[in-house]
Each structure stands twice: as structure tokens, then as C-alpha cells.
């Protein structure tokens, strides 16, 4: 079973307008939830985690994610969008002893 | 060195040829993963190694993949007789042991091989 779906290939979002990147899992128990980010050929980099708390994880760039356990979601939000957010998001969780990844999403910030 | 390194950062063989890709984790750090990446198919889990030994080879998608770890750092990915499907990134990372990965310490990445098979 999957552990982690992106249900989008690709976002597009204008300038200055808030974005949002979607992320469910299916991993049973308590999961612990991250965000990396892929910027063009770059590797890849921490944006963010989930493990315990406060539902709502505040990140690197002004990124925060949102965990719902109700929903099984973990949501990538940003109040406002820069052009320079345009990179490959990816969700990720914790599966027995591997960190297994999302097939990404693709963001566009339109100028 | 202070991160995940990784060579070759491109490599294009013909098919049919063995290719040799090699991490070089960061200092002190027990767990080491090889991923890879696919156009359309995200990161695909490969193996991870604890220490010099690899608790979970489930990511291998075929007898043609190994790896291996030597004393503990250097980890090498072995592709044989390629094929055009294995052309992706492939990418290595790091993290101080697996225990601090799954509490929710950061795993570093490299910036992985590039490989191309023509």
C-alpha cells in the first residue's frame, strides 16, 4: 500500500497569493511527517517535520504544513507565494526503518 | 568533508555496460540510504545500510543492482549490464543512525549521479 500520495502532478499559484501543496498518508500508528523541497539541479533539502505537538509545524522559507490526523494529511502551506518557491516539493513519512517519499509536486509561482 | 558526497555527478554508458556509483556520507553518520529518482515516479527507496550492513535490500528493483559499504562510510551502488530504464538520479543520503532518522532528525542528501544510458 502506498504510504504517501501527492495527489498533484503540478501547482500553479501567482505571485503573492498563498499556496497550498497537498500530502495524505497511510502509514498506521503515529507517523512522523516530513516536506523536502528539490530545487533545478539541486539536491534535495529539509523543509520541515512532524512528530509530535502542535498540529500546525512551522518550516524553513515561511513554510508551515498543517498535520490532520481525521483527514490522514499534511498539507505544505505558505501565506504568500515568491517566484522563487518554484521547485519539486515532496512529502515524506516514516516506514519501518526508511523514510519513504511522495512522487513530488511540481510548484509554479507565475510572476 | 561537510556534506553528502556523491561522483559521478553525470555518467552516460552504453548499454549493456557495468557503471560504479560511489557516496561518500557525511562524517560520523551510520545510516546511509541510496534512492532513486525517476521522471514521474518521485524517489524510489533502494537500500539503506546500518553500518557496513544492509538490514532492508527491498528497494532493489533487480539482481542487476547491488551495494555495498566499507568500513563503516564509503558506500558504492553497483548497476550491471544496464539498461535504458535504469537512466535517473540517483541519489544518497546521510543521517547520524536510523533511530535519530525516525525520531524525525533530518536525513542530507546528496546531490546525486546522474546516469544515462544510451
Known amino acids: 500500500a502506498q504510504s504517501v500520495a501527492q495527489p498533484e502532478d503540478q501547482v500553479n499559484v501567482a505571485e503573492g497569493n498563498p499556496l497550498t501543496v497537498k500530502c495524505t498518508y497511510s502509514?498506521?500508528?503515529?507517523?512522523?511527517l516530513f516536506w523536502y523541497v528539490q530545487y533545478p539541479n539541486r539536491g534535495l533539502q529539509f523543509l520541515l517535520k512532524y512528530i509530535t505537538g502542535d498540529n500546525l509545524v512551522k518550516g524553513s522559507y515561511g513554510f508551515e504544513a498543517e498535520f490532520n490526523k481525521s483527514q490522514t494529511s499534511f498539507h505544505l502551506k505558505k501565506p504568500s507565494a515568491l517566484v522563487s518557491d518554484s521547485a519539486l516539493y515532496f512529502c515524506?513519512?516514516?516506514?519501518?526503518?526508511?523514510?519513504?517519499f511522495g512522487k513530488g509536486t511540481r510548484l509554479h509561482i507565475l510572476p | 568533508g561537510a556534506g553528502v558526497s556523491q561522483s559521478p555527478s553525470n555518467k552516460v554508458t552504453e548499454k549493456g555496460k557495468d557503471v560504479e556509483l560511489r557516496c561518500d556520507p557525511i562524517s560520523g553518520h551510520t545510516a546511509l540510504y541510496w534512492y532513486r529518482q525517476s521522471l514521474g515516479q518521485g524517489l524510489e527507496f533502494l537500500i539503506y545500510f546500518q553500518g557496513n550492513s544492509a538490514p532492508d535490500k527491498s528497494g532493489l528493483p533487480s539482481d542487476r543492482f547491488s551495494a555495498e559499504r566499507t568500513g563503516g562510510s564509503v558506500s558504492t551502488l553497483t548497476i550491471q549490464r544496464t539498461q535504458q530504464e535504469d537512466s535517473a538520479v540517483y541519489l544518497c543520503?546521510?543521517?547520524?543512525?536510523?533511530?535519530?532518522?525516525?525520531?524525525?532528525?533530518?536525513?542530507?542528501f546528496g546531490e546525486g549521479s546522474w546516469l544515462t544510458v544510451v
Open positions: 515524506a513519512v516514516n516506514r519501518d526503518d526508511k523514510i519513504i
Open positions: 543520503a546521510s543521517s547520524l543512525d536510523p533511530e535519530d532518522t525516525l525520531s524525525g532528525n533530518t536525513i542530507y
Open positions: 502509514v498506521s500508528g503515529n507517523p512522523y
